[in-house]
């Protein structure tokens, strides 16, 4: 603990780097961004409940449709002919797909209602969310922690590597210090820096962007269960290696495939379906999903904890392949 | 002629070390390119669907022709919730943009911080007020304009985009400034100084094996990510000074990096991938700046990924010529001319307390 400390680098990866990612995240991604949303209805009237959510829908002339797509007055037009037997036409822009989705939406509706269809019109009503939506720095704080859980920890593994490669850790247990002693140590030390990491990015969002993370208890269920992950992958590796180098390599191809499949790099409903799947059976993508679950407020704990389940299974499977390996590497 | 040859077989020395550490390969080849498509598929996906969550209190006839239909808007993907108590989670967690309770009324609910709820909302209303029967559907055109003014590079080559400039960095920052650092660790440059091998033709291959091992990475990443996701990257030599500016600031950084952090080499991967990352995400490598907030706009500048973004997605969206990404070449060469004239007076240094400590 006294050479991380006095470990500048060291201070930068557990501190400085969660901080300043969680900054930048979360002010970059804290407010939704604006999708342009006028769109023109020409040859038809504009329906009396023209409201399209907050659509901004309004009669435009035919001829003046497509240049005002073009220019970016509007994002999309519903051009109604004359002629009823010719179709509806919707402009839409290239760079507007949503805005040409909903017009393509409202021009199947005027097509219907020109062809005569039966009208099912359906009443609508708007239902409270109830508590508020998570925001930037509550949906995007548990992806940063987890991401420095997942690449942090295993600095302290390397450093066993380091110790076995430069003698230091034979000396140690030439001593009378047992190596199981040694082991308890590092793997303390590296749950204090992955437990560190998390508390680093909870500061700083609920401090600087007001992020609301929910029951604490059940919060530092989940830190502490996605921690031990980290400390039984790292210890895994340290275990399998047999050079700092190797170490360093397969850290980080492990942590990148975590990342990757845990919806770390994008929102997991933008995955596809069946990476969706996966990320939900990741320990990582389980420790995002529950800090989710716990940060919406919504259910009783014991179904927002659901995922805990996984990642005690991961911890357990990983930790019992580390232990029977990290044997070898204290004795060589 | 002799200087040639010895900057020349420095140079070579340093990419023989580089190229053949595996995991620098992998940073090469394999990394950009699937981080590109995980990033470009979610981003194309982001600015096209609508995922909407249904949750039927009463299953019928009605409400599964009515989930049918929905299903089949434009953009819609449904997700069926059992209950209310796991619909009003999804959308409060941002896992759909708006829910649907199928019941009479038809109950909606949205998402204010979700940028495609109201779209979303939109389409279902729309869709009720009209039959779901799929029989009695118009018909209806749709037609495509490009509005060239306006456009941003969107899906997979954006993210193609952001890949190349992200991994230019990292692996000339991190990784090829690691092997300068032990390098001054296992006093080579002692060693160097002691040789008849000027110190200008150390200090140019150095330099010049970085550059070298930039270009060919982000012609690479354009290479393959065009062949793999039909990615395009604007007229052929405006992107290619691009490119080469990018990779003169990297190699400059990359230099400063390795003389200047006195560190580990694991601490000093994770101090520099912290920096480059960070630099990344403010410069719009990972999103587009078109999304984040104003002031993000502006402070991203003092980035040169920015830089490089945004000549980049005017070559490729708007369809620019060099004259409309002069500021953008003006900036990264400033960047470039002033880490590069740095990472040279350090390296000189070096070398010159190199040859005084011999």
């Known amino acids: ?332 | 002629m002799i200087w040639l040859r010895q900057t020349s077989a420095i140079m070579r020395l340093f990419l023989r070390r580089f190229a053949l550490t595996p995991l620098n390969l992998t940073s090469i080849f394999v990394t950009p390119i699937l981080i590109a498509l995980i990033f470009g598929s979610a981003d194309a996906r982001a600015v096209s669907e609508l995922p909407i969550g249904v949750q039927v209190s009463h299953p019928s006839a009605a409400a599964t022709a009515f989930v049918k239909a929905l299903d089949a808007e434009p953009g819609v993907v449904v997700h069926v919730y059992k209950t209310n108590v796991g619909l009003v989670r999804a959308v409060r967690r941002n896992d759909v943009a708006a829910g649907v309770v199928y019941a009479e009324p038809l109950g909606l609910v949205g998402n204010p911080r979700d940028p495609v709820s109201t779209a979303s909302l939109a389409v279902v209303q729309s869709l009720a007020r009209r039959s779901p029967d799929p029989t009695h559907t118009g018909e209806v055109t749709v037609s495509e304009l490009a509005t060239a003014a306006h456009s941003h590079q969107t899906g997979l080559p954006r993210a193609a985009a952001g890949m190349l400039v992200y991994f230019m960095f990292v692996n000339v920052c991190c990784n090829a400034s690691l092997l300068l650092m032990e390098d001054r660790r296992k006093g080579v440059f002692q060693r160097l100084a002691s040789s008849p091998i000027p110190q200008s033709s150390i200090v140019t291959g150095e330099v010049i094996g970085r550059l070298f091992i930039a270009v060919v990475q982000g012609l690479l990443v354009a290479l393959v990510s065009s062949v793999v996701l039909g990615a395009t990257w604007g007229a052929t030599l405006p992107f290619t000074l691009v490119v080469v500016e990018i990779a003169a600031v990297a190699a400059g950084l990359s230099v400063l990096i390795g003389v200047g952090l006195n560190t580990s080499a694991s601490d000093a991967l994770i101090t520099t991938n912290a920096l480059v990352a960070s630099a990344a995400l403010l410069g719009g490598c990972f999103w587009s700046l078109q999304i984040v907030p104003r002031t993000m706009q502006i402070l991203a500048l003092i980035t040169p990924n920015a830089w490089a973004m945004r000549a980049i997605d005017s070559l490729v969206a708007r369809g620019g010529g060099i004259s409309d990404i002069a500021v953008d070449l003006l900036v990264l060469a400033g960047f470039a001319i002033a880490l590069l004239g740095l990472a040279i007076v350090r390296l000189r240094r070096l070398t010159v307390v190199a040859g005084v400590a011999r």
């Open chain 1, 1 to 332: 603990v006294r050479r991380l400390l006095h470990d500048p680098a060291a201070l930068i990866a557990i501190i400085a780097a969660p901080f300043l990612l969680t900054i930048i995240t979360s002010v970059s991604l804290g407010a939704p961004p604006k999708i342009h949303t006028g769109i023109g209805i020409a040859g038809a009237p504009v329906p009396a409940n023209a409201a399209q959510g907050d659509f901004s829908v309004r009669s435009v002339g035919a001829a003046d449709a497509p240049g005002m797509v073009r220019d970016g007055t509007l994002a999309a037009a519903v051009v109604v002919p004359a002629n009823g037997s010719a179709p509806v036409v919707v402009v839409g822009s290239k760079n507007n797909v949503i805005a040409r989705e909903v017009a393509t939406s409202i021009a199947h509706t005027i097509s219907d209602a020109r062809a005569g269809a039966p009208v099912e019109s359906t009443a609508v009503e708007p239902l409270p969310l109830g508590r508020k939506p998570l925001d930037g720095a509550e949906v995007y704080g548990p992806v940063i922690a987890v991401f420095f859980v997942l690449f942090g920890v295993g600095s302290i593994s390397r450093r066993l590597q380091s110790e076995r490669a430069d003698g230091t850790l034979n000396r140690l247990l030439s001593s009378p210090i047992r190596p199981s002693v040694v082991l308890a140590s590092k793997g303390i030390v590296m749950f204090g820096v992955g437990v560190v990491e998390v508390l680093v990015v909870i500061l700083t969002t609920t401090l600087l962007f007001g992020a609301d993370w929910g029951n604490p208890l059940a919060v530092a269920l989940v830190t502490l269960a996605i921690v031990a992950f980290g400390v039984a992958l790292a210890t895994m590796i340290a275990a399998v290696t047999k050079s700092s180098a190797q170490a360093q390599g397969l850290e980080y191809a492990a942590a990148m495939a975590l990342v990757a499949l845990g919806g770390h790099i994008v929102p997991v409903r933008n995955l596809p379906s069946a990476a969706q799947t996966i990320a939900h059976y990741t320990p990582n993508g389980a420790a995002i999903e529950a800090f989710g679950n716990i940060a919406s407020g919504t259910g009783s704990t014991a179904s927002q904890l659901a995922p805990l389940m996984l990642m005690l299974a991961a911890i357990f499977v990983v930790g019992v392949i580390a232990m029977s390996r990290i044997r070898s590497v204290l004795v060589t």
